[in-house]
């Protein structure tokens, strides 16, 4: 995971106040965007919700990269234990309690 950390909302609030409702169809860098007159607003328009997706993407992956990291973890912790020698333990102390053979300390 990267150092930083890009959050969506507070980028998609802003896009939406600066751009006030408006929207466009055009998709920043696609040709008919270069073609637009630098002073067009559909440019700048098609530029803010491109950041803004670009923003949300970002955001995704993270959660993605965060749960990949989760399950890793996870998985080195299953990996860890004899699970075969943990459940031998536990059936033998079961049948140890139930048959009498072990009685547990009392603690006071």
């Known amino acids: 995971m ?15 106040r600066v751009l006030g409702g408006r929207t466009t169809t055009i998709v920043a860098g696609t040709p008919e965007w270069c073609a637009l007159d630098d002073n067009d607003p559909a440019k700048i ?5 491109a950041g803004s997706r670009w923003c949300l993407e970002e955001e995704i992956a993270q959660l993605h990269a965060s749960r990949d990291a989760e399950k ?3 998985v080195e912790v299953v990996e860890a234990a004899d699970w075969t020698a943990v459940a031998r333990r536990i059936r033998n102390r079961d049948i140890a309690l139930r048959t009498g ?4 300390r009392r603690t006071a």
């Open 72 to 74: 890793a973890a996870a």
């Open 2 to 16: 990267s150092e930083y950390a890009v959050t969506w909302d507070p980028v998609h609030a802003f896009v939406g």
């Open 45 to 49: 328009t098609a530029l803010l919700i």
């Open 101 to 104: 053979a072990h009685i547990p």
